[in-house]
């Protein structure tokens, strides 16, 4: 009895009427790839009954290389994270690609995207704004590690900090400086979607409940900022033409700095509105800048990211979810509440 012929990705490229780059796109789930030639080359693939993850990684071979998209190229907490990533690959024959991705949305799935298209071994990604139905797919054909969100996926491993523990970390050390008109400056609707499980979601989530919880539910206020230090130091001068707060608790350091700025533009100090940022940046600890900020350790974050990666190319297939405990380090930029509120 002669064995049937496993079926080619020439095929499948053949029964659906594409090209053979058309059914290597939809396998590897690239960007740009239309929903009916994606229906087309799926129902080509289960007629067929065509094996893409293994002739995919066969016909790939290993690259030695790993790629780590990144949200916003300017911040310095990544930075962070891709030297903890670089230090953990000295001595490995892998090398890192970077993919910056400075917009939210759709800027995500093209970094990912370009870099599946690099045939990279393995993927790190940066809270990337796609859904965990499309990182499901893109780790069922390349190894993918997410830091930052907190997805529960079993197809792919996660890195994060206790977002929901730091930013109660903060607060709590607010209220111990007697204020209570907290204003929370964080990132636009849909990075904090309420259940997304992304940092900003997650920080902004508990500073609510943090406020409600000490009896301030009245004196909540959620500013929207983009994802610049120059975004967050307009959208401060405009809060501070509004009203002067006694606090705000900024989504990370970067707008923090914009923050910090801003308050000294508008003739205030520390003494007169309070500063938090989160992430800790290497710039923070500085005597001329002394921000009080959460510390998730960025790089102990991508040495992790990268070690659960490495695994999972050898072979694990288990999800592993590592999260960092943070640590609030109180400087200079947090005053006690001033015994007279600035109107």
């Given at each position: 009895m002669t064995r049937a012929r496993a079926a080619t990705i020439e095929d499948v490229a053949r029964e659906a009427g594409v090209s053979r780059a058309a059914v290597s796109k939809v396998?590897?789930?690239?960007?740009?790839?239309?929903?009916?030639?994606?229906?087309r080359v799926n129902a080509a693939i289960e007629a067929l009954d065509y094996r893409p993850r293994i002739a995919a990684r066969a016909m790939r071979g290993a690259t030695f290389t790993l790629g780590i998209e990144?949200?916003?190229?300017?911040?310095?907490?990544?930075?962070?994270?891709?030297?903890?990533?670089?230090a953990t690959l000295?001595?490995?024959?892998?090398?890192?690609?970077?993919?910056?991705?400075?917009?939210?949305?759709?800027?995500?799935?093209r970094a990912l995207g370009a870099l599946a298209d690099r045939q990279v071994?393995?993927?790190?990604?940066?809270?990337?704004?796609?859904?965990?139905?499309?990182?499901?797919?893109?780790?069922?054909r390349v190894p993918v590690v997410m830091i930052g969100r907190h997805d529960r996926s079993a197809a792919y491993d996660t890195v994060t900090g206790d977002d929901a523990e730091g930013t109660?970390?903060?607060?709590?050390?607010?209220?111990?400086?007697?204020?209570?008109?907290i204003v929370h400056l964080t990132r636009s609707e849909e990075v904090t979607q309420p259940g997304s499980g992304t940092p900003h979601a997650m920080r902004l989530e508990q500073y609510l409940a943090s406020m409600r919880g000490a009896g301030f539910g009245d004196d909540i206020r959620v500013v929207r900022t983009g994802m610049t230090e120059e975004s967050a130091r307009l959208d401060t001068l405009a809060l501070l033409d509004e009203e002067v707060p006694s606090a705000i608790f900024v989504g990370n350091d970067e707008l923090a700095l914009g923050t910090l700025r801003a308050i000294g533009e508008h003739g205030l100090s520390p003494a007169d509105v309070?500063?938090?940022?989160y992430d800790d940046v290497d710039i923070a600890s500085h005597p001329a800048i002394s921000l009080t900020s959460v510390d998730q350790s960025g790089v102990a974050m991508g040495e992790q990211a990268i070690r659960l990666l490495l695994e999972r190319i050898a072979g694990r297939t288990e999800p592993v979810h590592f999260s960092v405990a943070p640590i609030l380090r109180a400087r200079g930029s947090t005053r006690p509440a001033p015994a007279h509120p600035i109107d």
């Open positions: 396998i590897r789930n690239a960007y740009g790839v239309s929903p009916s030639m994606r229906d990144l949200p916003h190229i300017g911040n310095p907490f990544f930075t962070k994270i891709v030297a903890g990533a670089t000295q001595g490995t024959e892998y090398q890192l690609i970077i993919a910056p991705a400075d917009f939210d949305g759709e800027e995500g799935v071994d393995g993927i790190v990604a940066i809270s990337p704004l796609v859904s965990p139905e499309w990182l499901e797919r893109l780790a069922g109660r970390l903060a607060m709590e050390h607010l209220f111990q400086l007697g204020h209570r008109r309070s500063i938090v940022g």
